[in-house]
């Protein structure tokens, strides 16, 4: 089946510095990845969804300027977490899928830790 | 707007019992809906979708639009059925974006 790598898997930073998060979709091409974020014992929340070649489209609440997507190429996407503060530690996921509507396969996560 | 809820944070039986998850959604247009399944310290991966009509790993559901329920049965749980669920739901969100809404999830643990 087709795979998504996420990467890092953890990383402890301190606050007011940034964090890079990829996503690669290894054998199929994403046109669009979408990017979650996972607090302790909840949900998924939908963080913003990443096109290929274009901006990415933000939900709601969700500050553009801290986390900036880039989708460069049909199989990369990269989240960064700019002047990370304690209160962005969260568990982030990105996932992939080939066709919009289709099967989504999810990266493996990135625990983010702020100090 | 999409929503998702499933009403049942913890549900606990005991292996062979039934088991059924419940999901009701809220969505204007025509849903596509799925299940996913977190085992422990695994990675989040597709159980099924409604549109596949397909069963795995034993795990049926079925689309009730007047309900607007997609519950998840299974007729006799096993152990390594215990997993975090979540039930999902698939539509277009303005424009031409298609969204995944995800339900808070269902902590299923199966009892020998």
């Known amino acids: 089946g087709a795979v998504v790598s996420q990467h890092p898997s953890w990383v402890i930073c301190k606050s007011g510095t940034s964090v890079k998060i990829e996503c690669r979709s290894l054998?199929?091409?994403?046109?669009?990845m979408f990017w979650y974020r996972q607090f302790p014992k909840q949900s998924l929340m939908l963080m913003a969804t990443s096109n290929e070649g274009s901006k990415a489209t933000y939900e709601q609440g969700v500050e553009k300027d801290k986390f900036l997507i880039n989708h460069a190429s049909l199989t990369l996407s990269t989240l960064t977490v700019t002047s990370a503060h304690p209160e962005d530690s969260s568990f982030y996921i990105c996932s992939a899928s080939q066709q919009p509507n289709e099967k989504l396969f999810f990266g493996s996560g990135t625990q983010l830790s702020v100090l | 707007a999409q929503r998702v809820t499933q009403p049942e944070k913890l549900l606990s039986v005991f292996k062979g019992a039934p088991v059924e998850l419940k999901c009701n959604y809220s969505?204007?247009?025509?849903?596509?809906l799925f299940w996913y399944v977190q085992y422990s310290r695994q990675r989040l991966q597709l159980l099924l979708r409604h549109i596949s009509r397909e069963s795995i790993k034993g795990f049926t559901a079925d689309l009730n639009k007047g309900e607007t329920s997609f519950h998840l049965k299974k007729p006799f749980a096993q152990e390594e059925d215990s997993a975090m669920y979540y039930c999902a739901l698939s539509g277009l969100s303005g424009g031409s974006n298609y969204k995944l809404t995800f339900g808070k999830g269902t902590l299923l643990t199966v009892n020998p």
């Open positions: 054998d199929f091409q994403a046109t669009t």
């Open positions: 969505y204007s247009g025509s849903p596509e």
